[in-house]
T-cell receptor, first 114, second 113 residues
Framework: AQKVTQAQTEISVVEKEDVTLDCVYE???????LFWYKQPPSGELVFLIR??????QNEISGRYSWNFQKSTSSFNFTITASQVVDSAVYFC???????????FGSGTRLLVRP | EPEVTQTPSHQVTQMGQEVILRCVPI?????FYWYRQILGQKVEFLVS????????KSEIFDDQFSVERPDGSNFTLKIRSTKLEDSAMYFC???????????FGEGSWLTVV
């Protein structure tokens, strides 16, 4: 069975702080994909990143970076120099290669205070 | 940038009424999905659709639910007789044949009273 755990239900930081959102996953598949989505207060789901199981290279996109470690089944997301606009719920998700049915974690609500 | 569009953005309906939620997936995408999110909870898979048929569905997707692609652009979710517990945000999503990224629409918020 597949499972995604986001143990942090809510994080509050002051603007310009760095913050890391944790994601731990479980799967028996050898080929799978991991995603991060952002859900701002307006409610839509915004795609942030996709990583496949064969690519453990970390990725940086502006203030965002992702650390994928198969050894610990983790796919953590770091926001550097957080901004108020980063306030949202962030979801980590997992899908196997054959179905692309996304299994979501319960989400981490990030509040960035001015 | 191409996007998935959903209508209505918000619908209020009486219990027992039929509801149809509409989606226009990204134009060259071939795989379509519906997910739902009950207020404050995680996003849950409902159904996937490919080549004009359901490819996978969850236990939530019971006989009250159906999906259809009535023409070349729309993808609909019908709830035959709504229940209070159907109140949720319903997300449509699509994926192309070669990419592995699923793009979501802005959601349709359904309130059953």
């Amino acid at each position: 069975a597949q499972k995604v755990t986001q143990a942090q239900t809510e994080i509050s930081v002051v603007e310009k702080e760095d913050v890391t959102l944790d994601c731990v996953y479980e799967t028996r598949d050898t080929t799978y994909y991991l995603f991060w989505y952002k859900q701002p207060p307006s409610g839509e789901l915004v795609f942030l990143i996709r990583r496949n199981s064969f690519d453990e290279q970390n990725e940086i996109s502006g203030r965002y970076s992702w650390n994928f470690q198969k050894s610990t089944s983790s796919f953590n997301f770091t926001i550097t120099a957080s901004q108020v606009v980063d306030s949202a719920v962030y979801f980590c998700a997992l899908t196997r290669d054959s179905s692309y049915k996304l299994i979501f974690g319960s989400g981490t609500r990030l509040l960035v205070r001015p | 940038e191409p996007e998935v569009t959903q209508t209505p953005s918000h619908q209020v309906t009486q219990m027992g009424q039929e509801v149809i939620l509409r989606c226009v997936p990204i134009s060259n995408h071939l795989y379509f999905y519906w997910y739902r999110q009950i207020l404050g909870q995680k996003v849950e898979f409902l159904v996937s659709f490919y080549n004009n048929e359901i490819s996978e569905k969850s236990e939530i997707f019971d006989d009250q639910f159906s999906v259809e692609r009535p023409d070349g652009s729309n993808f609909t979710l019908k709830i035959r007789s709504t229940k209070l517990e159907d109140s949720a945000m319903y997300f449509c999503a699509s994926r192309d044949n070669s990419g592995n990224t699923i793009y979501f629409g802005e959601g349709s918020w359904l309130t059953v009273v």
